[in-house]
């Protein structure tokens, strides 16, 4: 198993663009996260999804960002348009309900937004 | 609200030394904790959790309910331990929330 598998590893754009980050999770697991790695404000959990249902999105920052799950088997975070501000590490984590609620993570995007 | 609260940005020790990654936590129920930890250049991996009360790479962490906190401690730091630690918790309730703190970077040195 490849574990979480993430893309772009590095994606470097310029303010107002269109950014697309992408997850696949590991085969079999329910519950899909997203979270958003800061100097100052450390992991942020923006959204989670349970058997492709969002369940959570209170840590989303603002309208400029949406995340689908069209299948258990591809996620995707959406920045639409980009800021300066948004530049960080971006890691994707996936589990199981009967994996004693233990996340495996991606090795996460980093973005930078000029 | 669930809350993890980690006040150490840096904590820098020698090798050999004892090291105690502070850990406090804000939540009404039953929690359930948790240590990450991120080597350089590596993803971010379970350290150890609460109840299986086990230790790993020398680690120990214990959960104090009456103080709410889950403190990461170790006797004698080792150079390999240097790395991002963050404490997390999950809350109860069917949902498998996993809430981080902003993290500790321990470094050791020689």
């Known amino acids: 198993d490849a574990g979480v598998i993430q893309s772009p590893r590095h994606e470097v754009t310029e303010m107002g663009q269109e950014v697309t980050l992408r997850c696949k999770p590991i085969?079999?697991?329910?519950?899909l996260f997203w979270y958003r790695q800061t100097m100052m404000r450390g992991l942020e959990l923006l959204i989670y999804f349970n058997n492709n249902v969002p369940i959570d999105d209170s840590g989303m920052p603002e309208d400029r960002f949406s995340a689908k799950m069209p299948n258990a088997s591809f996620s995707t975070l959406k920045i639409q348009p980009s800021e300066p501000r948004d530049s960080a590490v971006y890691f994707c984590?996936?589990?199981?309900?009967?994996?004693?609620?233990?996340?495996?993570f991606g090795a996460g995007s980093r973005l930078t937004v000029l | 609200a669930q809350r993890v609260t980690q006040p150490e940005k840096l904590l820098s020790v020698f090798k050999g030394a004892p090291v105690e990654l502070k850990c406090n936590y804000s939540?009404?129920?039953?929690?359930?904790l948790f240590w990450y930890v991120q080597y350089s250049r590596q993803r971010l991996q379970l350290l150890l959790r609460h109840i299986s009360r086990e230790s790993i790479k020398g680690f120990t962490a214990d959960l104090n309910k009456g103080e709410t906190s889950f403190h990461l401690k170790k006797p004698f730091a080792q150079e390999e331990d240097s790395a991002m630690y963050y404490c997390a918790l999950m809350g109860s309730g069917g949902y498998n929330k996993l809430i981080f703190g902003a993290g500790t970077r321990l470094a050791v040195h020689p």
């Open positions: 939540y009404s129920g039953s929690p359930e």
């Open positions: 984590a996936s589990s199981t309900t009967s994996g004693a609620n233990v996340l495996t």
């Open positions: 085969s079999g697991h329910d519950y």
